[in-house]
């Protein structure tokens, strides 16, 4: 009786753990043919200089890494703020953009240090919408919960990893402002960069499945 309930449990976790992986892989492969297409299709107009030509801030892009760090340590950082970091500094080109304003299109925010202030600025700003941002992660399947400090630590790190991808783009940007230089100016390709958020955009993708079906999951088990 013992040696066959061993077994049936033997068996039973055999059949859920190829269960799983069928079900991982699954997903993977279709990412992997999607990814291929777009990587393929990015690649060919990176080459071309069509995002150079845009001159403009291209934020969707960062929403790739971003998302993948976000997921990751999902735990530790409060996602949508750390996220929509991208666009608190890209309010800056905006800005300039829209008002012709006679200022460099990438200034102060995308810097190491002003960038702090921005990431520190947007916390301070969603803080009081987390119970509305609850309900919007909720809807997409997402846990939610966080603090004042975590949203700080989240503006702030989106904004540094924003400058971070944004420097070796763009040779306006001083992120190590006072220092006026960008060291990190076209250090990689540009359509090396964008290859890179392609990927990454992929990845953030299969890991929200991944952890939204968790969220289902769970919320059964619960009922
Ligand atoms: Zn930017």
Request: charged share 15%; glycine share 6%.
């Given at each position: 009786?013992?040696?066959?309930?061993?077994?049936?449990?033997?068996?039973?976790?055999?059949?859920?753990?190829?269960?799983?992986?069928?079900?991982?892989?699954?997903?993977?492969?279709?990412?992997?043919?999607?990814?291929?297409?777009?990587?393929?299709?990015?690649?060919?107009?990176a080459k071309e200089g069509v995002f150079k030509d845009l001159e403009m801030p291209f934020t969707p892009y960062h929403f790739g890494p971003?998302?993948?760090?976000?997921?990751?340590?999902?735990?530790?950082?409060?996602?949508?703020?750390?996220?929509?970091?991208?666009?608190?500094?890209?309010?800056?080109?905006?800005?300039?953009?829209?008002?012709?304003?006679?200022?460099?299109?990438?200034?102060?925010?995308?810097?190491?240090?002003?960038?702090?202030?921005?990431?520190?600025?947007?916390?301070?700003?969603?803080?009081?919408?987390?119970?509305?941002?609850?309900?919007?992660?909720?809807?997409?399947?997402?846990?939610?919960?966080?603090?004042?400090?975590?949203?700080?630590?989240?503006?702030?790190?989106?904004?540094?990893?924003?400058?971070?991808?944004?420097?070796?783009?763009?040779?306006?940007?001083?992120?190590?402002?006072?220092?006026?230089?960008?060291?990190?100016?076209?250090?990689?390709?540009?359509?090396?960069?964008?290859?890179?958020?392609?990927?990454?955009?992929?990845?953030?993708?299969?890991?929200?499945?991944?952890?939204?079906?968790?969220?289902?999951?769970?919320?059964?088990?619960?009922?």
């Amino acid at each position: 009786m013992f040696m066959s309930n061993i077994i049936l449990s033997i068996i039973y976790k055999y059949l859920l753990l190829k269960e799983l992986k069928k079900e991982f892989f699954g997903i993977t492969l279709k990412v992997c043919i999607v990814s291929r297409v777009v990587v393929k299709i990015v690649t060919r107009y990176a080459k071309e200089g069509v995002f150079k030509d845009l001159e403009m801030p291209f934020t969707p892009y960062h929403f790739g890494p971003h998302g993948c760090v976000g997921l990751v340590f999902k735990r530790y950082l409060d996602l949508p703020v750390f996220l929509l970091a991208n666009v608190a500094v890209d309010l800056e080109p905006l800005a300039v953009m829209v008002f012709g304003l006679s200022y460099p299109l990438h200034g102060y925010f995308h810097t190491f240090l002003f960038g702090t202030f921005v990431g520190i600025g947007w916390a301070w700003v969603a803080y009081p919408f987390r119970d509305v941002i609850k309900l919007v992660m909720n809807a997409f399947r997402l846990r939610y919960s966080t603090t004042l400090i975590k949203m700080i630590v989240s503006g702030v790190l989106g904004a540094w990893l924003h400058v971070l991808f944004d420097a070796p783009l763009y040779r306006d940007i001083r992120p190590f402002f006072p220092w006026e230089a960008n060291p990190l100016y076209d250090i990689v390709s540009m359509s090396a960069v964008y290859r890179f958020c392609a990927i990454c955009f992929i990845s953030a993708i299969v890991l929200y499945v991944l952890v939204a079906r968790n969220y289902k999951t769970t919320k059964i088990a619960k009922s």
